[in-house]
């Protein structure tokens, strides 16, 4: 079991560039969850998933983009990137969105210039 | 929505003292209150939860609090170690979606020799 995965660890992006933050599960979870990180804000969901075929937005969803065609997977993208999202980003699972236990990836740290 | 405010927002003690961080929350529906240890460069731990039927939980020298009436909700660290450095989030979930969490801003914990 490999639990959550995220790739890439690291990235640096340009201004307007876009990309796919990666996550997958190996769990069989129905729920799956982007959250990000800055420095004194804590965590902030971004969006969030509780099976597929169904997202929803967290608190924090503008620039951002997900689907879920499969239960393993929860991609996020980045339409067009902005300084404002340098942050580390976090997917988390857990069974069902009535689990109280989730399960973090290890992360991934985005730099945009 | 909720919102959680965690305090204080830096702690340091001394090997062998107490430690206590506070969070107070917002929406009286949230009934889920779990703490995360989160390491340099790691990814969040969960490390002791409790749920709204019960005021207090304790495992081995974590302990967490809950005043439902005033909306508040404690981690207490005993006989700390230099190994429990570290930031701790405090968070909340409303009732019926486990999963959806919103999280303090964070208390970084530095446990001095």
């Known amino acids: 079991n490999a639990g959550v995965t995220q790739t890439p660890k690291f990235q640096v992006l340009k201004t307007g560039q876009s990309m796919t933050l990666q996550c997958a599960q190996d769990?069989?979870?129905?729920?799956m969850s982007w959250y990000r990180q800055d420095p004194g804000m804590g965590l902030r969901l971004i969006h969030y998933s509780v099976g597929a075929g169904i997202t929803d937005q967290g608190e924090v969803p503008n620039g951002y983009n997900v689907s879920r065609s499969t239960t393993e997977d929860f991609p996020l993208r980045l339409l067009s990137a902005a300084p404002s999202q340098t942050s580390v980003y976090f997917c988390?699972?857990?069974?069902?969105?009535?689990?109280?236990?989730?399960?973090f990836g290890p992360g991934t740290r985005l730099t945009v210039t | 929505g909720e919102n959680v405010e965690q305090h204080p927002s830096t702690l340091s003690v001394q090997e062998g003292d107490s430690a206590v961080i506070k969070c107070t929350y917002s929406?009286?529906?949230?009934?889920?209150f779990p703490w995360y240890k989160q390491e340099l460069g790691k990814r969040p731990q969960l490390i002791i939860d409790?749920?709204?039927?019960?005021g207090e939980k304790k495992d081995q020298r974590i302990a967490v609090t809950l005043n439902k009436t005033a909306k508040h909700f404690s981690l207490h660290i005993t006989e700390t170690q230099p190994e429990d450095s570290a930031v701790y989030f405090c968070?909340?979930?409303?009732?019926?979606?486990?999963?959806?969490?919103?999280f303090g801003t964070g208390t970084r914990l530095q446990v001095t020799l």
């Open positions: 988390a699972s857990s069974r069902t969105s009535t689990s109280y236990e989730q399960y």
């Open positions: 769990m069989n979870h129905e729920y």
């Open positions: 409790i749920r709204s039927n019960v």
């Open positions: 968070a909340a979930s409303e009732s019926g979606t486990a999963s959806k969490l919103t």
């Open positions: 929406d009286s529906a949230s009934n889920y």
